[in-house]
């Protein structure tokens, strides 16, 4: 979607190997979250995060953890990939009032 | 606490026909309720919103919700199905300050010629 990106769209990777997602938002929104995406269970939300340095846990973040040094910037990271985080992975931007997510594209991880 | 169920995780109609997509939630407080949208291989897009306003959401490509309070019900409906219409759809449920979000499991709508 206009406004933000995810990079890479796709990546193949390594049992134990250490993996980076970035996203990128050019509306200057405070909050920025992570979701995966799995079969059967919609999207679950990993890390949020509500202004530069300012991070919590979602549902789902043992072995995730992210980084936010600029406005424009959400990293996710895996730090040693596992077979269980093989997922679609979702970075999604919101206003102040929360009148919904604009979501990226995804990023397609695949842990071999 | 919140939850929400997408009753039907397969829906089939044919093309010029009506689509109803199910959702049923439950929250502790008024909750702001969304639909949303996800073609294959794409990210999710933000078809309507509930917020407290009309009950009768209007949104994106003719399709409309109806909040009802009484039935905990946000069902998604549209008079006459396309064969763009077909993808995932994903009834969401959260508080009002976005602090706690909740997907439903998609229900993938199939149109058939």
């Known amino acids: 979607d206009a406004g933000i990106t995810q990079s890479p769209r796709h990546k193949v990777t390594e049992t134990g190997t250490p993996v980076t997602l970035r996203c990128h938002q050019t509306e200057n929104h405070r909050y920025m979250y992570w979701y995966r995406q799995d079969p059967g269970h919609g999207l679950r939300l990993i890390h949020y995060?509500?202004?530069?340095?300012?991070?919590d846990k979602g549902e789902v973040s043992d072995g995730y953890s992210v980084s936010r040094s600029k406005t424009e910037d959400f990293l996710l990271t895996l730090e040693s990939a596992t077979s269980s985080q093989t997922s679609v992975y979702f970075c999604?931007?919101?206003?102040?009032?929360?009148?919904?997510?604009?979501f990226g594209s995804g990023t397609r991880l695949t842990v071999v | 606490a919140q939850s929400v169920t997408q009753l039907d995780s397969h829906v089939s109609v044919s093309e010029g026909t009506p689509v109803l997509l199910r959702c049923n939630y439950s929250?502790?407080?008024?909750?702001?309720l969304f639909w949303y949208v996800q073609h294959p291989n794409k990210g999710l897009q933000l078809l309507l919103k509930?917020?407290?306003?009309?009950?009768l959401v209007k949104g994106i490509n003719g399709f409309e919700a109806e909040f009802k309070k009484s039935e905990t019900s946000f069902h998604l409906t549209k008079p006459s199905a396309h064969m763009s219409d077909a993808a995932e759809y994903f009834c969401v449920v959260s508080d009002t300050g976005g602090f706690k979000t909740i997907f439903g499991a998609g229900t993938r709508l199939f149109v058939k010629a």
């Open positions: 509930y917020t407290s306003a009309a009950t």
């Open positions: 929250s502790s407080y008024s909750p702001s």
């Open positions: 999604a931007i919101t206003t102040d009032s929360y009148d919904g997510y604009t």
């Open positions: 995060s509500y202004g530069v340095k300012d991070t």
